[in-house]
């Protein structure tokens, strides 16, 4: 590629992006400029690498990555491509649905987190990691993608708009950045290029609702999610120090309880009871894997197991394996796979509710959980500006479609049941 000169405006706060940083950080509201810019900023870096490293001409690679992502239209693909047309790079770069090229010999790769667990790995050689919408990204998802972004010189890039104070990211790079970090918070008022309509939009939300404006433009994190279900009873628990170090206990069974899917989540909670408590030691959740990634994640842990609880889909036959996920469990576990009474979604919800008081969850092992539970909050109708009567399915409901398989199953095993002979009694849950 012949030399050339790209010139662009970045806001003054963003001239960091340009310096060497191992983390580089941009955090606030709508309109604070902050994926426009590092479009803008990565493709100039990917053109000319001298840009940031002083004298380098090498091929710059750059993964773009979120917590997750079906599809390519799920990622900054787009908007990379809009921005090449913006900066006249047309020449420079190559476009295909799955990928963006540079007459460098750099390109943009583009992967979800959650789904690449197994996989990243390959991109360990990669030089630049930019994950957006950040504020959804996992624990579990963190400790995976940071250890493999590991080339000397390497960084990692971080948008997102702040939600929950306690959310993982925010935590972890705002509350208590780490080593060599650069973090920035921009709103609307940093980026001179807002318009009237904007500036009119804005004005609006906020005399509507000060704390939305706050949230969504000034980039502030909510005390809780707008309609979230179980606000009341994360609070609570908070407030009684049942969110702290759960150990395990070898005297008594560990009992799981799961929520299914594959393109989706599998979420899994991990419970004892004992005497009137149900302690949550554990928790894993993953998408894009096999039935028996999770069978060796149970057997990968030290614990003795009691029973396995699946939802009521659990009993439907897949078509690839002719068996259903009960039938395949029980090759693993004989005689201990149960599967939960279909109940509706909202006494489901109920029966949460009603055990909340009662649990105990381990702070660290069920972070990713706690966060999903968070953030688990009824669907808004946009015409009625009112809430549904059903939850949102998004990220934070598979967690929470696995606590209500936990409530639901308790339910059932507290139902009263009619008196029977000693040999036919029913095995105590614990």
């Known amino acids: 590629m012949a030399a050339t000169e790209c010139v662009a405006e970045f806001p003054a706060k963003l001239e960091f992006l340009f310096q060497p940083y191992r983390y580089k950080v941009v955090k606030g509201g709508r309109y604070g400029l902050k994926s426009w ?30 917590e997750t992502q079906k599809s390519i239209s799920e990622s900054v693909h787009q908007l990379l491509e809009d921005q090449i047309q913006n900066l006249n790079l047309s020449r420079f770069y190559t476009v295909t649905k799955s990928a963006i090229t540079c007459g460098t010999g ?6 979800g987190i959650r789904q690449n667990v197994n996989n990243l790995k ?40 702040p939600e929950l104070e306690t959310d993982e990211t925010h935590q972890r790079f705002a509350i208590h950045p780490p080593t060599n970090a650069k973090v920035v918070h921009t709103t609307w008022k940093d980026n001179p290029w807002v318009t009237e309509v904007i500036r009119q939009e804005i004005a609006d939300l ?21 309609g979230a279900i179980y606000k009341q009873e994360i609070g609570a628990a908070e407030k009684d120090g049942r969110l702290t170090r759960v150990p395990y206990d070898p005297q008594h069974p560990v009992h799981t309880f799961w929520d299914l899917g594959f393109g989706d989540n599998t979420s ?34 030290p614990y003795v197991y009691g029973k396995h609880y699946l939802p009521h889909d659990g009993a439907a036959h ?30 489901g919800i109920a029966a949460a509710r009603a055990i909340f008081s009662r649990c105990w969850f381990d702070r660290d092992k069920c972070t990713d959980g706690l966060q999903s539970l968070r953030h688990y909050r009824y669907d ?3 015409n009625l500006n009112t809430f549904k009567r059903e939850p949102l399915h998004d990220w934070a409901s598979h967690d929470a479609d696995a606590f209500r398989t936990f409530a639901v199953a308790i339910k059932e095993v507290q139902r009263p049941r009619p008196a029977r002979p000693p040999a036919k009694a029913p095995t105590a849950w614990s």
């Not at 840009?51 to 090498?58: C, F, I, P, T, V």
């Not at 704390?211 to 502030?220: A, K, R």
């Not at 068996?323 to 979604?345: D, G, N």
Request: proline share 3%; charged share 25%.
């Open 37 to 66: 810019n590092f479009a803008r900023a990565l493709l100039m870096i990917c053109a000319q690498p001298g840009l940031l490293w002083a004298g380098r001409k090498d091929p710059v690679r750059i993964l773009c990555a979120r």
């Open 106 to 111: 750099g390109f943009f790769s583009f992967a």
């Open 122 to 161: 390959s991109f360990e050689g990669y030089d630049i990691c930019w994950v957006e919408e950040a504020q959804t990204v996992s624990r579990n998802s963190w400790n995976v993608l940071i250890p493999t972004i590991r080339k000397e010189g390497s960084e990692i890039w971080v948008s997102y708009n």
């Open 206 to 226: 906020r005399a509507r609702s000060e704390d939305d404006y706050l949230n969504v433009y000034e980039g502030m994190c909510k005390q809780a999610v707008e």
């Open 268 to 301: 899994i909670w991990f419970v004892q009871t004992i005497a009137f408590e149900f302690r949550i030691i554990d928790h894993l959740s993953a998408s894009l894997q096999a039935l028996s990634y999770y069978i060796k994640a149970l057997k990968d842990r």
């Open 318 to 347: 897949e078509l690839g394996t002719g068996k259903s996920i009960e039938e395949q469990l029980r090759l693993h576990f004989p005689a201990s796979v149960f599967i939960t009474p279909k109940l509706s979604v909202a006494d």
């Open 380 to 382: 808004r109708d946009e």
